[in-house]
Nanobody
Framework: QVQLVESGGGLVQAGGSLRLSCAAP????????IGWYRQGPGNQRELVAEIGAGGSTNYADSVKGRFTISEDNAKNTVDLQMNNLKPEDTAVYYCNTNIRGLVYWGQGTQVTVSS
């Protein structure tokens, strides 16, 4: 019933930028915390950034100053602007939310940063 769809991944050179978008269920954005996670080769999934119902944001130390999470209530999307990308940012990026106690994940979008 709940679908989260990520888009915007791709291949980019180090120092470049990408903008990821997460399409969430109707009225999810602005009502629930939505987060971006990533999982690189051989690594565990980790939190990258999240935005709460009140608009508060939280970022992993490794991306502070480079990534920005934002929401668009009209489009019901949560975006992740990624600047100054580094090879270590290479991973599959996933969108996540919690609705009425249940956790939902998108299918993921691949981000590859070349040196």
């Amino acid at each position: 019933q709940v679908q989260l769809v990520e888009s915007g991944g791709g291949l980019v050179q180090a120092g470049g930028s990408l903008r990821l978008s997460c399409a969430a269920p109707l009225r999810t954005v602005g009502r629930n915390t939505i987060g971006w996670y990533r999982q690189g080769p051989g690594n565990q999934r980790e939190l990258v950034a999240e935005i709460g119902a009140g608009g508060s944001t939280n970022y992993a130390d490794s991306v502070k100053g480079r990534f920005t999470i934002s929401e668009d209530n009209a489009k019901n999307t949560v975006d992740l602007q990624m600047n100054n990308l580094k090879p270590e940012d290479t991973a599959v990026y996933y969108c996540n939310t919690n609705i009425r106690g249940l956790v939902y994940w998108g299918q993921g979008t691949q981000v590859t940063v070349s040196s």
